[in-house]
Structures are given as C-alpha cells and as structure tokens.
C-alpha cells in the first residue's frame, strides 16, 4: 500500500525536479505522514537503480500540541481580547474561558486590555485598543508551514519557552534519479504467479528485475565423501580396464597370508611389532592350507623352484599370528592361490581398493589406517615393458601422462619399479606408485604354471585424493576429525579433467 | 635387487651446492645392498658399471702361521648360537677409511642385522689379543670388564643399568636383558673381546694406526651372520697389503665341527638370454645382456648354445637369489626408461565384488535422501564401542590388538555409530540438522573362519537435531528398503520393525530391524547418557543395518 501512490507520485516529482527532492518536504507538500514517504524510498530502493537516496539527519522545528491549537484558534491572549465585548467582561468571567488565565496575564502585558476594579459589581475588564494583531499565531503558522527560519532565533527559544514549539532532529532522505530511472516503476510484480499465467496478466506487467550478483539457495542435500568418491573414480577405471574385483572383506590376516605367502621372510623389519598390529584375540589363524604351507615353507627356508631361498629356520607360529592386514597384496595373493587351483589356467587382471592397517607413528600424512589400490595381471609371458604399458594406460586415465621408472626394492616383487609423475604444480618428479612383478617363489608355490608372470602395483587412495583436493593434514579428510563443511563443498571428482593448476597455468 | 646407478644417472636429485657448480646426485640405496651401504663399495659398484675398472675377486688365504681359532661352548646355544670371524691382515686406515668402517657396522646393525637382534659386529685389534677365542655364555654377575670407552671395570648386571640411559646402547638392552647367562667372547688370556650384542671391551679396541683386525660376528640367524662378514671384509680387505684377500679364521661348533670363514662363496647360475629378453620386454643379444650383468657387478659371459649365460655372483650380492635378480639387473642395466611399452593382449571380463556393488548403489541413494557421508577409522578404544555405548567389552565380540601404541588403537570396531556420533562432535558448529552416514565394515570374532574373524558391511545412519527425529530415521530405513525392494510386512521377505530394548537407546524408543527373516540390526533414539559420552548435546536417533542380507 504504502509504496503505491506514494512512491508513484515522488518519482514523477522526481523526474519534475531539479537534481533531487527532500523527503520531508516531500511529505509536506503531500500532506502525508514522512514515514510513508521513508516507506517510498526504501521500497525503490529495494528494485535497483531506480533511485539514490542519501540518508540525512536536520533539525527542524515542530509545534507542540499547544502550539497546534493556538496556530489553529488564535493565541490566548488573542482569544481573551476577542471575548471581550465593548462593554467589558467581569474578570471572574472571563477567568472561566479556557484561554483565561494565560491569555489575560499576556494581554495585560500586550496592553491590549485594562481592568478596572472601581464597578460595582466586582473588576471589571475592558479593552484598550481596537484592535490586535496576533503575533503569536502568525509565528506559529509560519512555523506549521515550514518556514520556521523566517523566525529570529529570540522568536523561536520564546515560543519554545512557552511550550508551543519544540526541535526535533528529522532523518531525511535526499533522493535523486538511479542509473535506471523511470517513473513507470509502481506497477512490477515481483514474481510469476499462477494466475498471470491463467489470465494472461504476465504479457502486461513489468516484473522486478532480479540481483544476480547475490547467491541462490543452495539445495538441501546430501553430500558423498571426497576421499569416496575419489574411490569410486578409481574403480571405475579399473572396471574400464577390465579388472575384476577382488573380495577385501577381510581386514582380519593371518601372518601367512600378509607376508610368508608373499615370501616376505619372518624377520623382515615389516614383520615387526612397531610396523604391523598384531591381535591379541584371536591371536591366532585357526586353518591355513596345510600343503601350499610346506611349500612356502620350504621355499623360505631351503629354497626351491631356482631359488636359494632365505636359508632360516622358518617357524608355523609365526605364520599362524593374526594381524591386521598390512596391504591388500594378501587378498591379492589369496586370489591368485585361487586361480592357481583352476585348471587349466586362465588369465586374470585383479583389482582392489580398501583398507590396510599400519602401526606407524602418525603424521600430518600419514595415519594408522589408509586405502590402498591395486592392479594384478596374470597371463602367460607377461614383461616389465607390459607392466609399463598397463601403468601407462592406467595414469592415463587419471590425467597423468608423464611417467618415470625407478629400480627399488620390494620383498615380494622382482622386478620392482617406483613409479614417478611430474608434478606440475610441485614442479618435482613424485612418487606415484610402486609396482613390479611378483617373484617365482610367491607364485610357483601357489601352483601358478612356471611360465605364468604376475605384473601388480599399488598406490594409496589417500595421497592422490589429498593433492586433487588441496589438503595438507590427513585428518581434515579421513576420521571423524573431518571438515564437514569440506565435504559439503567438495566438487565431482573428476580424475581426467582435472581443473587443478596444470589449467590454471595453461591459461594464464 | 636394484642398483643405485641407474637412480643417480636418471633420478639425480642435480642441485648446485652454494657456488660449487660440481653436480651432486642423491643416490636410493635399496634396502637389501648391503654392499652400496659404504663409500667403498658404491664407488666400486660405479667404476665397474662405467667399466673403469673390473670387479675384483675376493678371496679367502690361509695365513702361513697360526690361525685364528674361534670355539663356541654349548651355553651359548639358548641365547645366541651362531659366530663367524674373519682377520684382515696389515690393514691401512685414514681417518676417512676407519670412520667409513666405524659407520658401514653400525648402517649393518640398523639394517640386516635388525638392530643387532639377529647379528651383531666386533671388531678388534689383533695385535692386543692372543688366540684362540672361546665365545660363551655366563651369568651377567661373572662377567666384569672395562667396556668401550670406560675407564674403569663393570660388571654385565651394573654395565646393563648405566646403558640404560645411554641413547644409543638402550635400544639394544632388550635382547639379551631377561636372559639367565649373556654372550660373551674371550681370548686365551681371559680378556674379554666383547659382550655381545651389547658392547665391545675396550681393552681390544681399533684405532686408525690398528693393523690387523679380528672380526667376529654372533647371532641368532646364521646365515645373515655369514653375510654380514663377507660384506665387511669385501668392503675393507681393499685397505689391506693384499687387497682383496681376507684371512681365514676357523670357528669350532659345540658339536666339535669346525668351519672356516668368510665363506666368500662364488656361486655360477645359467640364465638363458631369451627369458631375460622375455621377461624384460627387450630383444638384446646374449653377448649384450652378458656386458649388461657384467657392468651390474654380476660377472657373466655367454656359454653352450650361444643363448645361455653363465653369472658368477659374487659374495657381495647376497640378495641374488633367484634368476628374477639377475634379470632385474638385465633391466637396470638396459634402463627401465628405455623399455618399450607395450599392451599385454590379456582378454578377460571385469565384474564387481557383489557387495561393493550394493554398497556403491546405496551411497548414491543414501546421499539422495539428504544424508551426507562421513568416513571413519576401523580402529577405536574399547570404550567407543563398549562403555560409551553402555555394553560391556566381552558382549561386543571384538578382535583385541595385542600391541596398539596408544587407546585409539585398542580394538577394530563392531558398530559403525561411535564413529558417526565422534563426526557430529567434531563438527558441532555446523547447522542443523546433521544427517551423516556411513557403508563400510566392522569386524567380529568368529571361529568359522580360517583366521578367526570376519568382516560384516554395516550401514549406519544419523540424525542429530533439536528434536529426537525418530521418524526421519524410520522413513530412512523404509526408503533403503524400498530401494532393496523388500516390502513392508513379515510375510514374502519383507521387512518388520518391533519394540526391543539396548543399553544404547532411551527406554521405549528402540525397535528392532527384522528383514527377510533375521534381524539385521536397531533404530532408534539415542539414551542421553550415550548423547552426553559422545560430548553431544542434542538429541540424536540413529540406524544401523548389516546389508550383507540384501546381496
């Protein structure tokens, strides 16, 4: 209501005007309250650039409702002398008019009028002049119309000592023409409603133009975790590639299968209580497979199969410990023993992404628990430049396409190759992967045929998440530490179409 | 086995020192060449492969006087059985070459020896001592001698407290401290050599003027011990008037057996060219892949048919041990970033894990649902799964790790709700509501499988408001299981909540889950004991389901 006429007539005394308008003159000339011209303002404001107001404070002078009344029915003393017939009044009369005591005192002083205490009847009171003029009234009219700076300044403090004025400090705007003025603005709707659309009004309304320098209303919604669904990515990949699956519901190993099947001899240093976490309950594996065991064992122990072996005295104790598995190359091996079962035997490219276990000291990088990836080829007269070929292809898919090899060494693997990516952002060769092919006296004991090579690697699911993402402590992302409003914001992972600083900088 | 060589040559970490424009390279070291560990044998590993220089050939001599004799006694047998020696004869140190050696045992020590625990190093001035040598075992109270370094005499009990705070000796304490009698080596006059693992005596102590050193190495894994010699001597008999050549020292076994070290054993293995071509994913001719070996150390010439090659691999590469090593070092040798990638022609059919499948399924439709992923530890103290959730710790059935480093690491979770509700507190900034979930496993004891336990997939879900939220929580679990397609009702594999009871929940606001037959899990308002453990304040109902039935 308020923004209706109101605002419709300011802005076509707007457009009259000359540079801008006061708001409260505005409302004067009006004849409405200033607050709806403030109302005005504010709603014009709230479309744009219609119009500029300038927020303003002045002082002004206000007439009491005293003042009000005398503006409107003559000063008292004036009033005193108008009831004054040429006759006289008798004082105690005119002391019942209602202007009677204030008026008579002042138009005594005024000299308008005289009593006279000598009549019969009690004082008496007649005027002395003819006529009056009432100053005090023209003063306050002149006051009501805005013009108080026509007062001298002893004028006003002596009405304002008479309580018929008062000054009051006025917020003002001063409004002037917006970029996109016009007068035409009253009528825009806000939004499209049903029945604009039903009666056609839309085609005649303007609408209210809309900010879209402000931001919308995000959706409520869900939200994956990042490192997830760096994982989902990776599985992907793998699945394109042709990988199946392993089964890693397993986080419970025993010894056997997380190190001696992998020919990781009993006292390598991983194998250590300050590496791995061992179990107390269950503290040991109840079955291993009695046959394949002999074999390992003996392979550890004697050697076999071209191998010298590590010559120790390998012990089934140690085998049967439980831990909490180190890698996922146990579920790796348990898988390839699988396959060696089958006759006859046919090629096999494993994957899997899950959790391993390490009893490590923690750091900004590296935590008790992280995920890690790996890929397994089993065929027939498999190479390390074949191994190269699969990594190739695969850190293709992750927009990673220059690779290096390093020689390094792992207990069961032979070749073995880290494998190193140029790092635009870090501008430094890093480490991206280890990989290599499994040994003979890992895969011949399974009873995988001689011929038969094993190419794996691995990486963890943390560290690429970690650089995709631009986060430098661990915690930020895996645990319950977690930034949830990270994880709200967390963009698709997208692993080819990184928009990361290789871009950035092709672009800048 | 790799070599350091090729890392310098490709991986050169090239950065000018201050104004020196000499190129410095970082070079890896692999954890299993034990003969780069010292400056010796790497700049020998280098000249060879730039072929400046041909390996040299390590041998063994007989001295022409008396050899040095080392008998073991029985007693040593419960505590650390084995012992090797070897003399290196009219030696010539610098400061350089004997800290070099000082270090290339202690690098031994941390390394193969495995802290000292499975070999340990002392090596002593000849020229102090008098043959022959009798390693034993007594009591810690009947072995007193001046150690390394001490001025005054100690017995093995007093020896044992003073190292306790030294930093470097503590950490080998633990090896021999629990056990009735200690290793300990003397010569023919009583002076003690050395009480290993420990300390050396310093009566025996080399200096850089030492000439002649004997060295003796104990341990509890013999052949690591044997290495361990050859590698020493390899490295330092170059100092020697004769380089190269090592005296022999006899070692009398309990058993009355004697035996003479170092072994420094050339062993020849014969590896056919075409399945180092083969396995590499090359094409070289033998007589290249025979230079190749040469220059990695592996001295090889090609044999028989033409396509056979014959490596002698010397005592310094311990870690030969297969014809995978010498083809790796084929490889090296060729380069690694020289190999031509190719594609294997493996056809084969990818397929999911089952269970992964459903999982990643769910986590789309559980996000849809407004519930936002939380990914938390499988490790946690007893007190997250048992006495914060009101159970006590022999109710959950949960694997124990024997050795966790601090409480975080005391059990693997059997619930999936602690983890959830250490999310919420973590983040109690954030708005409300906060709807979390996770798919992921827990792990039970269960004595049917082969290792004792068992993983099983839980989902778990939240809700976190100023109201309990019970039925956001309930119509969650009627849109998972509209999603697995199991109808409401007990009847054709449906699902069914009933009233039941936990520690965890507020009484009368618990129900069980029954679907397609067994109950698969709870739902229901959080007990504000439980709320207030968890360092929360509001309310909270929560959900938690093992799918596995749903495959």
């Known amino acids: 209501m308020a923004d209706g006429p109101v605002a419709e007539v300011l802005l076509r005394q707007l457009a009259a005007a000359d540079g801008g308008l006061d708001s409260a003159e505005l409302a004067a000339k009006l004849g409405v309250e200033h607050q709806a011209v403030v109302g005005a303002v504010k709603s014009l404001q709230a479309l744009g650039e219609i119009i500029e107001a300038e927020l303003r404070s002045t002082k002004r002078w206000e007439l009491t409702a005293e003042g009000e009344e005398i503006a409107r029915e003559g000063s008292h003393e004036a009033r005193v002398f108008g009831s004054i017939p040429p006759e006289g009044l008798a004082q105690s009369e005119l002391m019942r008019l209602p202007s009677g005591k204030v008026g008579f005192s002042k138009a005594m002083s005024n000299k308008w009028i005289r009593v006279d205490k000598s009549t019969a009847d009690g004082p008496r009171v007649f005027r002395v002049v003819d006529s009056v003029e009432d100053e005090v009234q023209r003063r306050l009219q002149l006051v009501q119309g805005g013009q108080a700076e026509k007062l001298g300044e002893k004028e006003r403090s002596e009405l304002r000592k008479r309580k018929l004025l008062t000054e009051v400090t006025l917020k003002t705007y001063w409004v002037s023409k917006g970029s996109a003025f016009s007068t035409s603005i009253s009528k825009q709707e806000t939004e499209l409603s049903p029945e604009m659309i039903s009666s056609g009004s839309w085609r005649d309304r303007p609408f209210k133009p809309y900010n879209f320098l402000a931001h919308g209303v995000l959706p409520d919604s869900g939200h994956l975790h990042p490192l997830l669904k760096v994982r989902t990515q990776f599985r992907q990949i793998f699945l394109e590639m042709g990988f199946t699956e392993m089964p890693t519901d397993n986080f419970i190993e025993s010894s056997f299968w997380n190190f001696d099947a992998l020919f990781q001899p009993q006292q390598h240093p991983a194998r250590d209580q300050h590496d791995t976490f061992f179990l107390r309950d269950p503290a040991e594996a109840l079955q291993l497979p009695t046959d394949y065991v002999q074999r390992v064992k003996r392979t550890h122990s004697q050697g076999g199969y071209g191998s010298q072996g590590y010559k120790y005295n390998w012990k089934l104790e140690e085998a049967r410990k439980t831990v909490l598995r180190t890698h996922t190359t146990s579920a790796s091996a348990r898988a390839l023993y699988r396959l060696a079962q089958k006759k006859p035997f046919t090629p096999a490219k494993y994957f899997s992404i899950d959790r391993v276990f390490r009893n490590e000291t923690l750091d900004a990088t590296h935590l008790a628990e992280f995920h890690q990836i790996e890929g397994v080829v089993a065929d027939h007269g498999l190479t390390l430049g074949h191994l190269m070929g699969v990594l190739r292809e695969f850190f293709t898919k992750l927009g990673i396409t220059q690779l290096r090899f390093k020689p390094a060494y792992n207990p069961y693997t032979e070749p073995s190759m880290e494998v190193f990516s140029y790092h635009q952002g870090l501008k430094k060769w890093v480490e991206v992967g280890n990989s290599g092919l499994f040994r003979p006296e890992m895969l011949l004991p399974m009873g995988l045929p001689e011929n038969v090579s094993v190419i794996a690697w691995g990486l963890s699911l943390e560290r690429p998440t970690m650089i995709k993402y631009g986060i430098n402590n661990i915690r930020e992302l895996v645990g319950h530490k977690v930034n949830l409003q990270m994880v709200y914001d967390s963009p698709l992972c997208r692993l080819d179409a990184d928009p990361g600083p290789r871009q950035t900088q092709g672009t800048a | ?551």
């Open chain 2, 1 to 551: 086995t790799s070599e350091k060589e090729i890392i310098s040559k490709e991986q050169g970490n090239e950065k000018a020192e201050g104004a020196s424009d000499v190129v410095l390279y970082k070079i890896d070291v692999p954890a299993n060449r034990y003969d780069l560990l010292c400056l010796e044998g790497l700049v020998r590993g280098l000249q060879v492969f730039k072929e400046r220089i041909k390996a040299p050939v390590y041998k063994r001599v007989t001295p022409n006087g008396e050899i040095q004799k080392l008998i073991i006694t029985e007693e040593t047998a419960k505590i650390r059985p084995y012992a090797v020696a070897a003399v290196l004869r009219n030696i010539k140190f610098t400061k350089d070459r004997y800290d070099s050696f000082i270090e290339l045992q202690e690098k031994l020590h941390q390394n193969i020896c495995r802290k000292r625990a499975l070999v340990a190093i002392g090596t002593h001035d000849l020229d102090t001592l008098s043959g022959p040598f009798t390693y034993t075992a007594k009591r810690p109270s009947d072995i007193k001698f001046k150690p390394l370094n001490k001025t005054k005499e100690y017995t093995a009990c007093e020896l044992m407290n003073i190292y306790k705070t030294d930093n470097h000796l503590k950490h080998y304490l633990h090896i021999i401290e629990n056990k009735p009698l200690y290793p300990v080596i003397y010569d023919s006059n009583g002076v003690i050599l050395s009480m290993p693992p420990v300390i050396n005596g310093n009566h025996s102590k080399i200096t850089v003027n030492t000439r002649n050193v004997f060295i003796e190495c104990t341990g509890t894994d013999f052949t690591k011990a044997k290495i361990v010699l050859d590698v020493i001597v390899t490295m330092f008999s170059e100092y020697c008037e004769n380089p190269f050549m090592v005296e022999a020292a006899e070692v009398v076994f309990p058993n009355g057996k004697s035996y003479t070290f170092p072994e420094l054993a050339y062993r020849k293995e014969i590896v056919r060219a075409d399945l180092v071509n083969k396995k590499v994913g090359i094409r070289e001719t033998p007589e290249n892949i025979a230079k190749l070996l040469t220059r990695m150390h592996l001295k090889s010439e090609v044999i028989g048919d033409g396509n056979q090659i014959e490596i002698e691999i010397p005592p310094t590469r311990a870690d030969v041990i297969h014809a995978c090593d010498i083809v790796e070092d084929a490889a090296i040798a060729y380069g690694y970033n020289n190999i031509q990638m190719t594609l294997p022609k493996t056809y084969t059919i990818a397929n999911q894990f089952p269970l992964n499948k459903l999982t990643e399924l769910l986590r789309y439709d559980m996000a849809a649902a407004g519930f936002t992923e939380a990914l938390t530890f499988a490790l946690c103290s007893q007190e997250d799964i048992a006495d914060k959730l009101g159970l006590d710790i022999s109710a959950t059935k949960a694997v124990h790790i024997s050795n966790p480093k601090t409480a975080e690491f005391q059990v693997a979770r059997t619930t999936l709700l602690p983890g959830l509700l250490k999310t919420i507190a973590a983040n109690r900034k954030m708005p409300l509501p906060l709807k979390l979930f996770e798919i992921s496993d827990i792990v039970v004891k269960d004595s049917s499988r082969d290792v004792g336990a068992r993983n099983y997939r839980h989902l778990c879900a939240v809700y976190y408001n100023k109201n309990p939220g019970f039925e956001i929580i309930h119509g969650l679990l009627d849109r998972i299981m509209q999603l697995l397609n199991v109808p409401p009702g007990e009847k054709k594999g449906g699902y069914v909540i009933k009233a039941s009871e936990g520690p965890a929940f507020f009484p009368g606001r618990c129900a069980e889950v029954f679907a397609r037959g067994q109950s698969i899990g709870k739902l229901g308002v959080l007990h504000p004991d439980v709320i207030t453990k968890f360092e929360l304040t509001m309310p909270c109902s929560s959900l938690e389901i093992n799918i596995e039935p749903f495959l």
